[in-house]
């Protein structure tokens, strides 16, 4: 079970906008401590996507874009495009564990 | 450009030791505006923080592993290496090392491919 909990899957067809949201709680997100968004293709590395709740690296497509209230956040797609199909990872710090958590990850499906 | 790899033996024993190192290229291990960490995610499963380490060789565990984990840092060879001792088959995962970076909000902005380490006699 994670700190911050995902849902499992989500899809969408190509051109449409998907939203993946991070649930924590007031010891991590909750704490004001940052969330950052990872995509991952299976047998490749990790890929920063967000940083800072609603910062990107260069590089990476203003398609993409974070956002966080509360206990929450959220990463939005937007313009789906087949090449986004992948699992996609929350992760922020937790003051009760001293420590990063992840959430459990969400695979998208462009359908 | 930063590249992390990994490296070390792809089997391990139930409850032997298991070691991992990563070598940093394209930039210094010591520089203040990074640490370093080890991910780690089993087959079908999601990732898993596993620790870090500042250059000043200050060190934080996951405290579901702490028991087991110890991470360093070899500052002259630019590598940080992983052991985690009393393994078993639910050690069984792809173990990546990651640099975390200040900049970023402390994100982890470059990762290694990853490298699978099999439990098993």
């Known amino acids: 079970q994670s700190v911050l909990t995902q849902p499992p899957s989500v899809s969408g067809a190509p051109g449409q906008r998907v939203t993946i949201s991070c649930t924590g709680g007031?010891?991590?997100?909750?704490?004001?401590?940052?969330v950052h968004w990872y995509q991952h293709l299976p047998g490749t590395a990790p890929k920063l996507l967000i940083y800072?709740?609603?910062n990107r690296p260069s590089g990476v497509p203003d398609r993409f874009s974070g956002s966080k209230s509360g206990t929450s956040a959220s990463l939005a797609i937007t313009g789906l495009q087949a090449e986004d199909e992948a699992d996609y990872y929350c992760?922020?710090?937790?003051?009760?564990?001293?420590?990063?958590?992840f959430g459990g990850g969400t695979k998208l499906t462009v359908l | 450009q930063v590249h992390l790899q990994e490296s070390g033996p792809g089997l391990v024993k139930p409850s032997q030791t298991l070691s991992l190192t990563c070598t940093v290229s394209g930039g210094s291990i010591s520089s203040g505006n990074y640490y370093w960490s080890w991910v780690r995610q089993p087959a079908g499963k999601g990732l898993e923080w596993i620790g870090r380490?500042?250059?000043?060789?200050?060190?934080n565990y996951n405290p579901s592993l702490k028991s087991r984990v110890t991470i360093s840092v070899d500052t002259s060879k630019n590598q940080f290496s992983l052991k985690l001792s009393s393994v078993t088959a639910a050690d069984t995962a792809v173990y990546y090392c990651a640099r975390v970076s200040r900049i970023y909000s402390v994100a982890m902005d470059v990762w290694g491919q990853g490298t699978t380490v099999t439990v098993s006699s």
């Open positions: 992760q922020s710090y937790d003051s009760s564990l001293s420590g990063v958590v």
């Open positions: 380490i500042y250059t000043s060789g200050s060190t």
């Open positions: 800072g709740n609603n």
């Open positions: 007031s010891s991590n997100i909750g704490a004001d401590f940052d």
